[in-house]
């Protein structure tokens, strides 16, 4: 099973900063494979990026994703009121999916 | 528009068994597979097990192989997910998503979400 590790666990950033969001692999993963979801209290995940750079219906393009083999990054170019929330790498290898244990990006 | 809406909140005790249900509409449900994911209270997201609602291939978890069994009805558009042998670490809310596995993966629409409390 891939185990993917999320950090930091949490950013600390005001509106209008960059976040950078790093999801590791404990064995390389396909870029087609990589997904990061957004989750905010109290509501189901929301499906950002897929294919570990492509943007999913109706993502602003503020959203990028980047990436390959073990190492990926979520980068959020300059935070909205509405982005803070807790962030989530998923891979699917081996007939698999697992997740990160979240990074949550809060309010400075 | 798609959606999937799920069966209501359960209280079960520890030993017992639950099924919880996700009805699909607005896609071609045999088109897609349906993942079942789980979030136990202020924790992360944890991929419980995958079926093909064109075969009825399944996958699963290997924490949960043996305790989880997931189906479809292709009938009435509706996945199951039966957990088994209930603890109180298995209280969480749980998550259907459609789930395309192809050239890429994603869970791009998701249940509201079901809240199962195992309890005595």
């Known amino acids: 099973e891939i185990v993917l590790t999320q950090s930091p666990g949490t950013l600390s950033l005001s509106p209008g900063e960059r976040a950078t969001l790093s999801c590791r692999a404990s064995?390389?993963?396909?870029?087609?494979?990589l997904a990061w979801y957004q989750q905010k209290r109290g509501q189901a995940p929301r499906l950002l990026i897929y294919?570990?750079?492509s943007r999913a219906t109706g993502i602003p393009d503020r959203f990028s994703g980047s990436g390959s083999g073990t190492d990926f990054t979520l980068t959020i170019s300059r935070l909205e009121p509405e982005d803070f929330a807790v962030y989530y790498c998923?891979?699917?290898?081996?007939?698999?999916?697992?997740f990160g244990q979240g990074t949550k990006v809060e309010i400075k | 528009q798609v959606q999937l809406v799920q069966s209501g909140a359960e209280v079960k005790k520890p030993g017992a068994s639950v099924k919880v249900s996700c009805k699909a509409s607005g896609y071609t449900f045999t088109s897609y597979g349906i993942s079942w994911v789980r979030q136990a209270p202020g924790q992360g997201l944890e991929w419980m097990g995958w079926i093909s609602a064109y075969n009825g291939n399944t996958n699963y978890a290997q924490k949960l192989q043996g305790r989880v069994t997931v189906t479809t009805d292709t009938s009435t558009s509706t996945a199951y997910m039966e957990l088994r042998s209930l603890r109180s670490d298995d209280t969480a809310v749980y998550y259907c998503?459609?789930?395309?596995?192809?050239?890429?993966?994603?869970?791009?629409?998701w249940g509201q979400g079901t809240l199962v409390t195992v309890s005595s």
């Open positions: 998503a459609r789930d395309w596995r192809s050239y890429c993966n994603y869970l791009d629409y």
């Open positions: 294919g570990a750079s």
């Open positions: 998923q891979q699917y290898g081996s007939s698999l999916e697992t």
């Open positions: 064995q390389s993963v396909s870029s087609s494979y």
